[in-house]
C-alpha cells in the first residue's frame, strides 16, 4: 500500500456542468507542499497555477490548444465508448486519461424489451458524439443526442413534449435532475446521487434496469384493472338502477324490496374491490426469459447448415 499524500486545497475552483472543472492552485501553497513532503519536482512556478480538468469544450474555453498526438489517442478512446478527459496545469496540456461506466449487463434486452412494448427509445449525453453513439450501438439505441448540457436535455424533452410526446426519463447522475424534473415521469435509480432521487417521481430501489419495464407494465395492468373497474360499475349501475327504481312495476308489478336494493348496492363496492384484488396475481415480465425466447427463435430459423 503506498502512502497517501494530502494535497493542499484549491482555490476558486469552478464546477462547469458538461464541461469540467477550473481551479487556481496557489504558488506558496504548491511549494509548501512540496517541501513539507520532501517532494522534488521540476516546476517550481512563478506564478499561481490555473488548473483545467474536462472535455475539448472546456480546453477551447480556456483557449488551450490539445495536440493531434492527443487528440487521436481521444478518439481511439471515444470510439470504444470511453471517455476523455483532458488535464491542464498552467496553461497546458498536462496529460490525459479516459474513464468509463460500464453498461449494466441489462441495459441492451431492457431496450429491446421497451422497444418490443411500443416504447421508443432514446439517450441524451454530455459524452462527445463518438462515444455517445458507441454506447448506442450496444444497448441498441439509434436515437442519439450527444454532447448537451443539462439544460439541452431539458430542451429535448420539452420538444418531445411539444410534438405531443408522453417522456419518461430514466437517469441517476446531478446532470440528469433537470431533465427529470422537466420529463412527464422521471425514474432515478436508487443508486443515484442524493440530487436525482430527489427530482425523480419514481425511484428504483434497485440498482436494475429490468426494474423500469417492471414499472411500466405493472402501471399499465393497474391502468387496465381501473378501466374494467369503471366499466363493470357502469354496466351494473344501468341495470340496477332503473330495476330499483320500479322499471319493471308497469309490466310486471315486480319491484325490488329495500333491503335487496341496499345490498346491490354493497354488491357494487364489493365487485369492484375484489376486482382490484386481483392485481395480487400480478407477475413481473422477465426481460430474461424473453431474451431467451428471443435467442431459440433466431437459433431456430437458421438454415440447417449454418446450426450445426
Not at 116 to 145: E, F, K, L
Not at 160 to 169: A, F, K, T, Y
Not at 210 to 234: G, P
Amino acid at each position: 500500500g503506498g502512502q497517501q499524500v494530502p494535497f493542499c486545497t484549491p482555490e476558486d475552483v469552478d464546477i462547469r456542468p458538461g464541461f469540467g472543472i477550473t481551479c487556481t492552485v496557489k504558488r506558496a501553497s504548491h511549494l509548501n507542499f512540496m517541501r513539507s513532503h520532501n517532494l522534488s519536482s521540476e516546476l517550481k512556478p512563478a506564478q499561481d497555477m490555473r488548473v483545467c480538468i474536462g472535455n475539448r469544450k472546456l480546453m477551447q474555453q480556456e483557449n488551450l490548444a490539445v495536440s493531434e498526438s492527443t487528440d487521436l489517442w481521444m478518439k481511439q478512446e471515444e470510439e470504444q465508448g470511453r471517455t476523455a478527459v483532458i488535464f491542464a496545469v498552467g496553461g497546458i496540456v498536462a496529460g490525459v486519461f479516459s474513464i468509463a461506466d460500464p453498461l449494466k449487463p441489462e441495459a441492451r434486452d431492457v431496450v429491446e424489451y421497451l422497444q418490443g412494448m411500443g416504447i421508443n427509445c432514446a439517450m441524451a449525453s454530455g459524452d462527445n458524439w463518438r462515444t455517445a453513439h458507441a454506447i448506442g450501438r450496444q444497448v441498441g439505441i439509434s436515437d442519439i443526442h450527444a454532447g448537451i448540457s443539462p439544460i439541452e436535455k431539458v430542451d429535448v424533452i420539452k420538444q418531445l413534449q411539444r410534438d405531443n410526446i408522453s417522456v419518461g426519463m430514466i437517469g441517476d447522475g446531478v446532470n440528469d435532475s433537470p431533465a427529470l424534473v422537466a420529463s412527464d415521469v422521471g425514474i432515478a435509480l436508487g443508486s443515484g446521487t442524493d440530487i436525482a432521487v430527489e427530482a425523480a417521481d419514481y425511484v428504483l430501489m434497485r440498482d436494475n434496469l429490468e426494474d423500469v419495464v417492471m414499472a411500466i407494465d405493472l402501471s399499465r395492468a393497474t391502468m387496465r384493472r381501473i378501466k374494467y373497474n369503471y366499466m363493470w360499475a357502469l354496466v351494473y349501475n344501468l341495470i340496477c338502477i332503473p330495476l330499483a327504481a320500479g322499471a319493471l312495476f308497469p309490466s310486471t308489478h315486480l319491484q325490488l324490496p329495500p333491503w335487496v336494493a341496499g345490498g346491490a348496492m354493497a354488491m357494487s363496492s364489493v365487485s369492484v374491490v375484489c376486482s382490484s384484488l386481483l392485481l395480487h396475481l400480478y407477475r413481473r415480465p422477465s426481460v430474461t426469459a424473453h431474451r431467451a425466447k428471443r435467442s431459440s427463435f433466431v437459433f431456430s430459423s437458421l438454415p440447417e447448415n449454418q446450426t450445426s
